[in-house]
């Protein structure tokens, strides 16, 4: 792969826990006129994604009752689960976190939903918010 030049840290995506997909995307694909953009279903949740302009919002239901959208709909009810930035360096974000002593859920990145490789951290470190970083 060619090295691009750098695009600067964006929002990804927006992941929101839901029970009931079909019920809740009319009003982001309808009412507020958002695409829907096909993504593999991940991580135990079927995924319905809707665009805003470069970035997505992910609409998370839980596939079984031990998925983790399952445990955060118990414990917090529907709403934002997580926050997706795109950064240059994934790698080197990484790297940073964890010196800087950001606690990591993933160490190494791994596959996400949307085909790119994908790391979370730990929302103790980042001020509640679970924060997933993705490449572009
Ligand atoms: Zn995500």
Do not use: N, Q, W
């Not at 079984?64 to 917090?76: G, M, Q, T, V």
């Not at 934002?80 to 800087?100: M, N, Q, S, W």
């Amino acid at each position: 792969m060619s090295d691009p030049a750098p695009r600067g840290t964006r929002i990804a995506h927006i992941g929101i826990a839901v029970r009931d997909l079909d019920a809740i995307l009319p009003f982001y694909r309808d009412l507020l006129g958002m695409p829907e953009v096909p993504l593999a279903d991940a991580d135990g949740a079927r995924i319905e994604a809707v665009g805003a302009g470069e970035s997505l919002v992910e609409l998370l239901e839980p596939a079984s009752d031990e998925s983790p959208i399952a445990k955060f709909l118990a414990k917090r009810g529907p709403g934002i689960h997580h926050v997706c930035f795109a950064v240059d360096d994934l790698e080197g974000t990484l790297a940073r976190a964890k010196a800087a002593g950001v606690k990591l859920i993933d160490e190494v990145p791994r596959m996400g939903a949307e085909g790119k490789r994908i790391a979370f951290l730990h929302p103790s470190s980042t001020a509640g918010v679970l924060v997933e970083l993705t490449e572009h």
